[in-house]
């Protein structure tokens, strides 16, 4: 064979360009495992976020004003509890996700969006048009961090002197 005659690269190792006609790209296999393993980081990330928001919702019910003392410990209790999930499902998200910074956002999200549906229902709060444009921007930037990653770009050749 015409690699026969080469000297193997430093180390003994196999250097891409030994094969220049081999696809770098993943076998449909794999690339559906990734996919999935991508959709249950978010998955969990999504429901970190949910936890988040009922934990700070249990907070309000446990401290918040002429509360009795029955629903001050439930509240201290759900909080305790939600924010034990909370945690499990983020760190879940983390070890699924791409990137920290993409499980991180997506939390982030999820909790804004649960903590304005949550404070709705149960307090009656509504929030401004300005927040919902914050909340809009969030949600561009999450599109665009979820997009799949452009290809690297090759090198430019040194000029030579």
Excluded at 43 to 59: D, I, K, R, W
Excluded at 87 to 112: E, P, Y
């Amino acid at each position: 064979s015409a690699m026969a005659g080469r000297p193997l690269p430093g180390g003994g190792g196999v250097c891409a360009a030994a094969y220049p006609n081999t696809s770098a790209g993943f076998p449909p296999h794999l690339q559906a495992g990734a996919m999935r393993r991508r959709f249950w980081g978010v998955f969990n990330c999504l429901c970190a976020g949910a936890f988040g928001a009922l934990a700070a919702a249990s907070a309000k019910l446990a401290f918040g004003r002429e509360v009795n003392v029955g629903f001050c410990v439930l509240g201290i209790i759900m909080m305790a509890t939600t924010n034990s999930l909370m945690w499990t499902f983020f760190s879940r998200g983390l070890s699924l996700s791409m990137s920290s910074a993409i499980a991180s956002v997506t939390v982030t999200f999820s909790n804004i969006l649960n903590s304005a549906f949550l404070g709705f229902v149960l307090y009656g709060e509504c929030q401004e048009v300005l927040w919902w444009g914050g909340v809009f921007l969030i949600l561009c930037g999450l599109t665009l961090i979820h997009r799949e990653l452009p290809p690297p770009r090759k090198p430019l050749p040194h000029k030579q002197r």
